[in-house]
């Protein structure tokens, strides 16, 4: 079965200080990964996902993902954390089939922006 | 380009009641999915629709059902309300589920 991990679950960094938020997976193949951020009250926006090649994806708002498959890991990066980057992150992880029709997701990762 | 659009975005129910939520995909879209999130048990899945046909589903009572129409539209009901089955109830849909979903803003579910 597979499963995510997301050690950290509220992390306060300081306004223009650089993020890692930490994923790591179970799965038995090639997983696809992705990385969702939620503002309170809201859904799940799609920062970055990983199914193959590169092993550094870039994704939307400055944000880049490396995947270790060595470390079974997924982190999340980000050289300068603005205030807007305030939020919970998800990382996930989805079958790789023809159908990666369910996404396993863990627990979420608080990030708290100082100023 | 619209959307995933969940309505009603707030609902308050009563024990022992049934409730339905309506989840309106991007245009295109085919593949609908549904999770449920709470304090307590976080992101869990409820069931994917394709194409009209349930394709997967997660390890929920068989209280919560769902459905897709021939639109892509999908409903999923909850049927003799429990406190528990408080949350936020969020759709996601795909063209293509290797590239990921687009979740739309939830139903916030209140159970009384």
């Known amino acids: 079965a597979q499963s995510v991990t997301q050690p950290d679950i509220h992390i306060t960094v300081s306004e223009g200080a650089s993020l890692e938020l930490r994923c790591n997976y179970s799965y038995g193949a090639t997983p696809y990964l992705f990385w969702y951020v939620q503002s309170p009250g809201q859904g799940l926006q799609l920062l970055l996902k990983?199914?193959?090649?590169?092993?550094l994806v870039q994704g939307i708002k400055g944000f880049e993902a490396e995947f270790k498959r060595s470390q079974s890991s997924f982190n999340l990066r980000k050289p300068s954390v603005h205030w807007s980057d305030a939020a919970e992150y998800f990382c996930?992880?989805?079958?790789?089939?023809?159908?990666?029709?369910?996404?396993?997701f863990g627990t979420g990762t608080r990030l708290q922006v100082t100023l | 380009k619209a959307g995933v659009t969940q309505t009603p975005r707030y609902l308050i129910k009563t024990r022992g009641q049934q409730v339905t939520l309506s989840c309106s995909p991007i245009?295109?879209?085919?593949?609908v999915s549904w999770y449920q999130q709470t304090p307590g048990q976080g992101l869990q899945f409820l069931f994917e629709y394709f194409s009209e046909t349930q394709r997967n589903k997660g390890n929920f009572p068989g209280r919560f059902s769902g459905r897709q129409f021939s639109n892509s539209r999908s409903e999923m009901n909850v049927s003799t309300l429990e406190l528990g089955d408080s949350a936020l109830y969020l759709c996601?849909?795909?063209?293509?589920?290797?590239?990921?979903?687009?979740f739309g803003s939830g139903t916030r579910l209140t159970v009384v």
């Open positions: 245009s295109g879209h085919r593949s």
């Open positions: 996930a992880v989805g079958a790789a089939t023809g159908t990666a029709s369910k996404l396993t």
């Open positions: 990983y199914f193959s090649g590169d092993t």
């Open positions: 996601a849909s795909s063209g293509d589920p290797n590239r990921g979903y687009t």
